[in-house]
């Protein structure tokens, strides 16, 4: 082993005074550690070395109180969800080591290396958790379950703010339903609440309770115009301390005007029917001039897709008469160039032979003739 081993031990319990503190406070990362010093060192690290790497690491681990955030100082607290994250990543880096069978200087820079880069992931949770999650709440008081660090105590922190969440505007009609709403987002996730009192607050500054129970909600159904004013939501805590106020301004509006709409369902026969004896029919001028003939209907507007097709029929036929014409004019050339003579005399053939055909009709005729004359 070299000499600057025992430089990096001191190094590793420096580096570990600012790096896990919170870590601690989860019993499987003390677990971790005992088992890495029972199971692991005595075949990994020189037994001259044991005691000082224990020692630094077990004071660093324990008297750790801050860690270094980059925008914000650590408050010392976090809750179970970061702490969390925080072991789950220091577990698994720690079996890596010890999966890897590292010895001697190797095995310390590796740890070093170790609880550097966690120091850095845990600072980031922490960061995360004291803007985003630590007393979410606006106004109020937020009771949330906190592990101070420095002692692993867990306990609930009152997150106080202003007590008054301010006056609400609320308008209803008459013979609808009221409904106030005591909600807020951070109720949920707070500890330590008891239950929402609704109270109606008269102008001699009196209340008279409403409700009360674990409903966030007040609703009154068929609103009057008496119920117009002023009413206080309250919910309580475990402390017999109000954790939410909200004040309601109640105005109570005339009731909807709806307007009747002509019924489009057509009527009964049964509604219909009137005795032909009560029905005085009497001609008028209208009834009995005859109503003019309706105008011719026009013939219907050609459409896009009746026209499409018909210019596709007429392309098709004009298209097959030209296909049979090609055929023509090629078979015609084809015999042409084959044969010249044989074309010009059927040609000749068919001039001759027309006018014979057309004589032969009249040769009965003239035998007829000449046995008369006989």
């Known amino acids: 082993m070299g000499p600057r081993f025992p430089l990096l031990v001191a190094a590793l319990g420096s580096c570990l005074l600012p790096a896990l503190g919170c870590l601690i406070c989860d019993k499987r990362v003390v677990d971790a550690l005992k088992k890495m010093e029972t199971d692991y060192l005595p075949d990994h690290l020189d037994a ?6 224990i020692e630094k690491l077990s004071n660093g681990m324990k008297e750790f109180e801050n860690l270094q955030l980059e925008d914000e100082s650590f408050l010392g607290v ?3 969800s970061t702490l969390e994250k925080g072991t789950m990543s220091f577990l698994k880096q720690l079996k890596r080591i010890m999966d890897s069978d590292v010895k001697g200087e190797l095995f310390v820079k590796e740890l070093f290396w170790m609880l550097k880069n966690e120091k850095e992931i845990l600072s980031r949770h922490v960061s995360v958790f004291q803007q985003d999650v630590l007393c979410p709440n606006k106004c109020g008081m937020m009771l949330q379950s906190m592990i101070w660090c420095s002692t692993c105590e867990k306990k609930l922190h009152a997150c106080r703010k202003k007590a008054d969440c301010g006056e609400r505007k609320v308008k209803v009609h008459e013979t609808e339903d009221m409904i106030l709403d005591c909600e807020l987002n951070w109720h949920h996730i707070s500890e330590g609440l008891t239950d929402y009192s609704f109270f109606r607050v008269w102008k001699n500054k009196t209340e008279s309770l409403v409700y009360k129970g674990t409903a ?42 709806e307007e009747e709409t002509p019924s489009t369902v057509a009527p009964k026969p049964e509604d219909l029917d009137v005795a032909l004896d009560e029905v005085t029919w009497a001609p008028n001028r209208s009834s009995t001039t005859p109503r003019p003939p309706p105008p011719p209907s026009a013939a219907p507007a050609p459409t896009v897709e009746s026209m499409l097709r018909s210019l596709l029929v007429g392309l098709l036929i004009w298209g097959f008469v030209v296909l049979i014409a090609s055929i023509v004019i090629l078979m015609l050339c084809y015999w042409s160039e084959k044969s010249p003579g044989y ?28 046995s008369r004359s006989k």
């Open 216 to 257: 966030p909600t007040l609703t009154k159904p068929n609103v009057k115009a008496s119920d117009a004013g002023a009413y206080r939501c309250q919910l309580n805590t475990v402390n017999d301390l109000p954790a939410t106020i909200i004040h309601y301004q109640v105005r109570v509006l005339p009731p909807r005007v």
């Open 343 to 370: 074309f010009i005399d059927s040609i000749k053939t068919w001039l001759s032979t027309a006018p014979e055909a057309a004589q032969i009709p009249d040769a009965p005729e003239k035998k007829a003739k000449k």
């Open 78 to 80: 976090i809750d179970d």
């Open 48 to 53: 001259q070395y044991h005691k000082d790497l």
